[in-house]
């Protein structure tokens, strides 16, 4: 018997926070069928709730500095509130939703990031992904639902790249599943002009993908999704999906990686 099919969706902090676009988007993610895991951020929400208890937020090259009292804020906003909340709205919508972090089940192991150039403080990268007990949930028919913290074997809990999350559990999962990986966000996709939001790359293999880069069309923040990507797929991920918060809709364009 062939490998059953497993669909695991990141969604962004910006889409977390436009309330509309949410609950259109955890409606389509519950009624899509088969096994599949969330992975949600939730950044900005971070740095406002930080903001309000007078921590300030230092950010270097658009990455955050995760210091003690980040990691305090990251975990009540990420694992607290945006967790169970979303995973509170899946189960009004008859979506049996289970909310966990990196430490629950020691599902993602991690190791504090050296310091080379920067100290950025309390994050993760992960190590292992306990395959066997992701397993063993979707098994009862729950769909996880992981903010982007993980733990080390010590303890330590650490702030994590959402999209890393993702792409790391596909990676993982696809020697059990064939594993499909959605990135969800902002735009409608890999855009060949930022400024127009209809011109979508429909596809983008690797040699397309060296074609935009030596044409600079791939904008900053955009170039760490793709390199995930494409190490995803070398790691046994069959497909992976970029694209906004109507990505399940039937009409809506998105942009596909392949190999």
Known sequence: MGKQDLSIVKIGGKLIENEERLSSFLRDFAA?????????????MATEMASKLGFATQMID?????????????????????????VARLQALGANAIGLCGADGKSIISKKRAVKEIDY????????VNVSFI??????????????????????????????????ISKAMSSV???????????????????????????????????????????????????????????????IFLGNADIFKPDNSCTKITR
């Not at 639902?145 to 792409?167: C, H, K, P, R, Y």
């Not at 990135?183 to 397309?208: H, Y």
Request: aromatic share 6%; charged share 20%; proline share 3%.
């Open 32 to 44: 899509l069928k088969g096994p599949k895991i969330l992975v949600h951020g939730g950044g900005n």
């Open 135 to 168: 397993n063993s949930l979707l098994g009862q028919e729950c769909i996880p639902v992981f903010s982007a913290i993980s733990a080390t074997l010590e303890g330590q809990l650490l702030n994590t790249n959402g999209d890393s999350v993702a792409a790391e």
């Open 177 to 239: 599943y064939n594993t499909r990986l959605y990135f969800c966000f902002e735009k409608a996709g890999v855009l060949a002009n930022p400024q127009d939001e209809n011109s979508v790359i429909a596809e983008i293999d690797k040699d397309k993908y060296k074609q935009l880069l030596e044409n600079k069309v791939i904008s900053e923040g955009m170039l760490p999704k793709l390199h995930n990507c494409f190490e995803a797929l070398e790691h046994g991920v069959n497909e």
């Open 62 to 86: 658009g990455r955050r500095i995760t210091d003690a009292n980040s990691l305090k804020v990251i975990v009540m906003t990420y694992g607290g509130l945006i967790n169970k909340s979303i």
């Open 121 to 128: 403080g309390f994050v993760g990268d992960i190590e292992t």
